[in-house]
């Protein structure tokens, strides 16, 4: 969509195919819906904290089919946006699927279109193990329309998606179990944060298992029975599979255009985001380069400044913030503290880990975490790690530090908000490593 629109607003003539709703997985099936959940699960918490400030709160009730209703309906409204700005802007819109009959050519509907570029941008999608039963489980995709909530869950995996929903299911009230065949969760991201998420999590009621993942799925009357990898057997009313996701590009016709694919079908593309074949060009997530929706839309923003703007403007995938909204909230910008010291050598670590002010009224044992990782050499802070309340809100910040590059005396003579979480990245002081 941000590739299409701006391309028009340059002055190219533009054409968007597209078989579903407009805002691909992030609008639809990910990022918006998903926050919206994340929100609804996080007032459990808040309403046994409001007991100790005071307020005299009755045993509170959930309505799944209310939060379902008002959450399509803000996804209606979003989808309707982006369809006038497209056509705001110009852009002709086909609704069906794309195929790709040649380096200039695409056809929807039976209708064969000819263009000077292309661009895929098709995302991925969800993929399931191969054992027994796994048709049985659900992805992502369907948790955003479950006609009723379980009342005992699995969910299977170690990455973002896996933790985000074990967290809104227990947060919903949910008897939720996370499995995961590594020895620590969110795998890729600094170490640290994924130990203290899996012990946050349990203190939560989440029941984090290591080193399991199912082997079978049986249907039961009205349950599914698991058998897992250590021949333990359980039931459950639900099982979610959060074990990956893959370019989605089977089917499109891109090998017969000659287009290069690598593993799971990602599109190869160079720093201009063009595949092998020169009028062919691949953004976001079937590129499979770093899968975020701002990530995507800079790559688009990218890709139309080099093909009509008169600027060739290669994709920047630096100290790239995210986020993860699990309970806690985990939060990042550049380096893990492994990653700093395969790059770096030597590093400077500084961590801190609290209660805060608002859980010290109350009976809650969470925790916040924060790291700083600082290049020995240079001083420059290299990396910056958060987990608890606001992690995204705090380290959206911090990463315009880590962007421009500043170093630790920097931070260390930026003065602090009183009395918030935030400040502790500007008072660390003593080395841990």
């Known amino acids: 969509m941000r590739a299409s629109r701006v391309s028009a607003t340059l002055g190219a003539r533009v054409a968007i195919a597209e078989s579903g709703r407009f805002g691909g997985t992030c609008v639809n099936v990910g990022c918006i819906p998903k926050k919206l959940f994340s929100y609804a699960a996080h007032f459990r918490d808040e309403l046994k904290d409001a007991a100790d400030f005071g307020w005299q709160v009755a045993e509170p009730e959930f309505d799944w089919q209310k939060l379902l209703a008002n959450k399509d309906r803000e996804i209606d409204r979003l989808n309707g946006v982006y369809e006038r700005v497209l056509t705001n802007a110009g852009v002709s819109i ?5 195929l790709v009959r040649g380096k200039n050519e695409v056809e929807v509907n039976g209708k064969t279109f000819t263009a000077k570029h292309i661009l895929v941008a098709t ?4 993929q399931k193990p191969d054992i027994p039963g796994a048709e049985l489980a659900i992805t992502s995709n369907e948790a955003f329309h479950l006609a009723r909530l379980p009342r005992r869950a699995l969910v299977v995996g170690g990455g973002y998606i896996a933790v985000e929903f074990a967290s809104i299911f227990n947060g919903l ?3 939720t179990t996370l499995a995961y065949r590594g020895t620590q ?20 009621g989440v029941a984090v298992v290591l080193n399991c993942i199912p082997v079978a799925l049986l249907k039961q009357k009205d349950s599914i029975q698991v058998e897992f990898n250590d021949n333990t057997e359980k039931t459950y009313d639900l099982v979610m599979f959060a074990t990956g996701r893959l370019p989605n590009t089977a089917g499109l016709g891109l090998e ?3 287009v290069k694919l690598g593993a799971g079908g990602l599109v190869v593309v160079n720093e201009y985001s063009m595949s092998s074949v020169e009028s062919i060009h691949a953004i976001g997530d079937v590129t499979n380069r770093l899968n975020l929706t701002p990530v995507a839309t800079s790559e688009g923003m990218a890709l139309a400044k080099t093909l009509f703007g008169g600027k060739p403007t290669p ?22 503290e492994e990653r700093a010291r395969e790059r770096c050598g030597k590093v400077d670590i500084y961590k801190t880990a609290f209660r805060s002010l608002k859980q010290s009224m109350g009976h809650s044992e969470e925790r916040i975490f924060m ?18 309340p606001d992690a995204g809100e705090v380290i959206q910040g911090i990463a315009i530090a880590v962007k421009l590059g500043a170093t630790k005396a920097q931070f ?10 935030a400040e502790e990245f500007v008072t660390m002081r003593e080395k841990s490593a």
């Open 123 to 126: 995302g991925s999608w969800p």
């Open 173 to 175: 009230g949910v008897e």
């Open 185 to 204: 969760l969110l795998r890729g991201f600094d170490a640290e944060l994924g130990t203290r998420l899996a012990e946050e999590m349990r203190r939560k």
């Open 94 to 98: 086909f609704r069906g699927k794309a």
């Open 315 to 336: 994709v920047d995938h630096d100290d790239v913030p995210t986020a993860i909204f699990s309970n806690p909230t985990v939060a990042t910008v550049g380096l893990s």
């Open 412 to 421: 260390d003579a930026t003065l602090g908000i009183h009395p918030t979480a």
């Open 256 to 258: 017969s255009a000659g």
């Open 371 to 388: 790291k700083l990782v600082v290049d020995a050499a240079t001083q420059r802070v290299v990396g910056a790690h958060m987990l608890g």
